[in-house]
């Protein structure tokens, strides 16, 4: 009896080892892959506890979490012949751990190679301008190139976005250059528009006050305050206002009879030439 307990508490023991043996843990942000005998069993085990035959069954995990990949700086010319250097970064998650685990041997390593390659041709489909002011449409067409390959793999490319474009020294001077230039240009261009409407405006105030004497005596006053309101200034009128406008109305009763004397002298002549 002794030898039969002895025996069962070892069977015991044994099947408990093996048990615990094929016992595996799969985290929260993994899925499980099992290959039975070198084959890939149907679909993939959920995060949790999983059994597994022992000898018999393999488990890879596979990591879902959305992965960043950054792309090293790849050099190239772009459409209109201007070399630069850019670097991107990939975002990038598994949606098939199955196809992910099987179909391709590293698949972050392929999604870094896909995204380098995509990269330098992005490069050189697209002009300067488009590097430095459109790049949501680059990052739509980056991300389409990387993602046609990588959805074969069980990847989905979440976002590609273009972190740096680096420029050579003498270009970077050229577009300062240039953008110092159309500053001038436009700053010009403002002062010119002010001066000719200020023209405009002094321009009209003169015929306002040619047609009215009254406005250039009010305008004179005017600056008579403004010159007076400064204690460092003297203004000296040798002749006052009124004097001013006694003489002009004098002037104009001068002026009316000598322009009806020829008028006036000419009837004695018609009437003698009619007698």
Known sequence: MDGVAVGAVVTVVCVLLVLRSGLRVINQVERGVVFRFGKALPG???PGITLLIPVADRMRKVNVQV???PIPTQEGITRDN???KVDAVVYYRVVDPAR???EVQDYAFAVGQVAQSSLRSIIGKSDLDDLLSDRERLHEGLALMIDSPAAGW???IDRVEIKDVQLPESLKRSMSRQAEAERERRARVIT???EFQAAQQLANASRIMADTPE???????QTVVEVAAEKNSTLVMPFPVELLRYFDRAARQFDQPQEQDPAAGN?????SLGE
């Open 154 to 156: 069980g990847v989905h």
């Open 67 to 69: 992965a960043t990949l």
């Open 192 to 194: 010119a528009d002010g």
């Open 215 to 221: 406005a250039m005596q009010l305008r004179l006053l």
């Open 44 to 46: 993939h085990r959920q």
């Open 267 to 271: 009837l004695p002549e018609q009437r």
């Open 100 to 102: 992910a685990a099987i």
């Open 82 to 84: 201007v070399s630069v």
